[in-house]
C-alpha cells in the first residue's frame, strides 16, 4: 500500500504562483508514476501532469503546458507542482495520484483546494 498527503493549496490571484506537494509513503518503491489530476465543481476528475519515477518523464495536459512544472524528489519521496500564471479557471481541488503500472492509477490522495481570483 502506498499513501499520499498533499500540502500546498491555497488562495491566489490570477497571474500568481503556487506549488503543491505530495508525499508518499509506504511501498513506494513500487510506484511507477506518480500524477496530479484536478477536479473543479461540476466537472469530471482531468488530467493534469505526471511524471514516471525511474527517469523522470514527464506528460502535460494542454490546459497547463508551459505554466505547469511537475518533479520528483526520490530520496524525500515527494512529487512537486509547479503552478505558474495561474488563472481562475486552474481553481479546483488538485489531487495526487499514484500506480504501479501504466494502467490504472492506484492511489490517491485526500485532495488540496486551490482558488485563484480573477
Known amino acids: 500500500q502506498v499513501q499520499l498527503v498533499e500540502s500546498g493549496g491555497g488562495l491566489v490571484q490570477a497571474g500568481g504562483s503556487l506549488r503543491l506537494s505530495c508525499a508518499a509513503s509506504?511501498?513506494?518503491?513500487?510506484?511507477?508514476?506518480m500524477g496530479w489530476f484536478r477536479q473543479a465543481p461540476g466537472n469530471k476528475r482531468e488530467f493534469v501532469a505526471r511524471i514516471i519515477r525511474s527517469g523522470g518523464i514527464t506528460n502535460y495536459a494542454d490546459s497547463v503546458k508551459g505554466r505547469f512544472t511537475i518533479s520528483r524528489d526520490n530520496a524525500k519521496n515527494t512529487v512537486y507542482l509547479q503552478m505558474s500564471s495561474l488563472k481562475p479557471e486552474d481553481t479546483a481541488v488538485y489531487y495526487c495520484?499514484?500506480?504501479?503500472?501504466?494502467?490504472?492509477?492506484?492511489?490517491w490522495g485526500q485532495g488540496t483546494q486551490v482558488t485563484v481570483s480573477s
Open positions: 509506504g511501498r513506494t518503491s513500487s510506484l511507477y508514476d
Open positions: 495520484a499514484g500506480r504501479r503500472s501504466a494502467v490504472t492509477y492506484d492511489y
